[in-house]
């Protein structure tokens, strides 16, 4: 099994749709967790990220994490063309360590057309 | 501007040579990485530093050698580039505790 897995893609949505992108990790003693945007030839950005249970909003991005499941969601409300990319989860494998191992999926891209 | 930055930006080189990367962090930060990003853009940590000390080491061939003189400085040398070593190469910081890294602009090395 794969320690960070995205669902996979390439996902197409219609402009002004919910986006859902999901990641499923499988290191129980994950604490933190993190969603990258990465364009086309760019580096990877830091959009969201995520350290307890439930929902974290910011502007029209949602973050979900639940650890029981170890499932963490992005939901990408009010989709724009500018947010096609690829996006990528991140878990932080190190346990509650200081130092940030951090294990990426292997990415979904996105494509919102108008 | 605050960021992290890489040079260079692109590298094509033979194989068989020695190269090396740098990266420069002006956000404070006191942990450094490098990332691989391979051909199908799976990113894959490589090492990570904090305050010039190696602390993550993955498996990576010792033809790759980071090196860290101070806090806001990492390279990476490489020696006797090999064709799979062809990748972008990406280094992040993050202050310690944090845990959100930010990452440079990359280094897209072409080994011919």
């Known amino acids: 099994q794969k320690e960070v897995e995205q669902n996979s893609g390439p996902l197409s949505v219609p402009e002004g749709a919910i986006a859902s992108l999901n990641c499923t990790y499988s290191?129980?003693?994950?604490?933190?967790f993190f969603w990258y945007r990465q364009y086309s030839g760019k580096s990877p950005e830091l959009i969201m990220s995520?350290?307890?249970?439930g929902d974290k909003e910011d502007g029209r991005f949602t973050a979900q994490l639940n650890k029981a499941s170890q499932y963490v969601s992005l939901l990408i409300r009010d989709s724009q063309p500018s947010d096609s990319a690829t996006y990528l989860c991140?878990?932080?494998?190190?346990?509650?360590?200081?130092?940030?191992?951090?294990?990426f999926g292997q990415g979904t891209i996105l494509t919102v057309h108008p | 501007d605050t960021a992290v930055s890489q040079t260079p930006k692109y590298l094509v080189t033979q194989m068989g040579n020695d190269k090396s990367i740098k990266c420069e962090q002006n956000?404070?930060?006191?942990?450094m990485y490098w990332y691989k990003q391979d051909s199908k853009k799976f990113l894959k940590i490589m090492f990570s530093?904090?305050?010039?000390?190696?602390?993550i080491n993955e498996t990576v061939p010792n033809r790759f050698s980071p090196k860290s003189p101070d806090k806001a400085h990492l390279n990476l040398h490489i020696n006797s580039l090999e064709l799979g070593d062809s990748a972008v190469y990406f280094c992040?910081?993050?202050?310690?505790?944090?845990?959100?890294?930010?990452f440079g602009p990359g280094t897209r090395l072409t080994v011919t």
């Open positions: 530093y904090n305050n010039k000390e190696l602390i």
């Open positions: 991140a878990v932080n494998t190190l346990g509650g360590t200081s130092y940030g191992k951090l294990t």
């Open positions: 995520i350290y307890s249970n």
């Open positions: 290191d129980r003693v994950s604490q933190s």
């Open positions: 956000l404070g930060h006191d942990t």
């Open positions: 992040a910081s993050m202050v310690t505790g944090v845990g959100e890294q930010y």
